[in-house]
């Protein structure tokens, strides 16, 4: 699910008129225009920067879309996911990138195998709606960072929960998919109550929360989501943010019908 979110190791693209609009492709264009992958910067969303001396622990990191950026900075990259199968492609993704050194491990995020204290940046990207109990997962999270240790969290929206528990089927709110919906203000509790210092909040993502809503209806493969209605969703999308004043709308969109909420948070250093 992380590739389709436009979290993946691929290159922003405009898509051109004569070219079909991959949904991924639209995706990472709009991620970036959000504050994803900034390799000017080199910071992997606005506030988290990685630097070559980092040691970046990814929970939940799937296929690696996301470590890989960390990898190109050359920082020591850790992967962690129950998925075995997505750890294996997440290996295969990274280890060639150039990182200073990669780990990956097949564990759930409940316990860490993560000294306390080693990691100065921590992400954990669409993972707390999974879990039996997100307050677990983030006491460890809080637990391996050193002080000081930059944090990077996200979870689904209620906007657009809220469209899906009437339109997507019974597995989409089953285990091993989502269990809940984080509310807004919960999700900044829980985030503070761990022990975190929340930083900044922010939303993204009304092209994924459409997308999403057009997908149930399609009744296409996830592995291959190929259909029309898809296709000209994604060449609306990159039409529109294409012109003058897209970015702004996409703001104001994103504001409205976020896909995603985003916490960046810094562990105390005292």
């Avoid at 391996?144 to 929960?161: C, K, N, R």
């Avoid at 999308?237 to 969109?253: I, Q």
């Amino acid at each position: 699910m992380k590739r389709l979110l436009g979290l993946a190791d691929r290159s922003p693209s405009s898509g051109a008129a004569d070219e079909p609009a991959a949904a991924t492709d639209v995706g990472l264009r709009d991620a970036t225009l959000s504050s994803w992958f900034n390799d000017a910067t080199g910071e992997l969303f606005r506030g988290m920067p990685i630097r070559a001396e980092d040691i970046v622990v990814d929970v939940g990191c799937g296929e690696g879309g996301v470590l890989s950026f960390c990898a190109r900075q050359g920082a020591h990259v850790v992967g962690i996911d129950h998925d075995a199968a997505a750890i294996e492609r997440a290996r295969s993704r990274i280890e060639p990138v150039g990182a200073r050194a990669s780990e990956f491990r097949v564990l759930a995020a409940e316990q860490l195998p993560v000294a306390d204290g080693l990691a100065t940046r921590v992400i954990c990207t669409e993972v707390l709606e999974h879990v039996d109990d997100p307050a677990v997962v983030l006491r460890e999270l809080f637990r391996i960072g050193t002080p000081g240790a930059i944090y990077l969290i996200t979870v689904p929206d209620p906007v657009a929960e809220g469209v899906q528990e009437k339109i997507a089927p019974p597995l989409y709110f089953q285990k091993p998919n989502h269990l809940r919906i984080l509310p807004r203000e919960d999700f900044r509790r829980l985030v503070g109550d761990a022990g975190l210092e929340i930083v900044e909040i922010s939303r993204y993502g009304f092209y994924w929360s459409v997308w999403w809503a057009m997908f149930w209806a399609c009744d296409v493969d996830l592995a291959r989501p190929e259909h029309p209605a898809l296709d000209h969703w994604a060449r609306a999308w990159t039409a529109l943010l294409d012109t003058a004043d897209g970015p702004r709308v996409k703001e104001a969109l994103d504001d409205v019908m976020p896909k995603s909420q985003v916490i960046v948070a810094r562990k105390p250093s005292a």
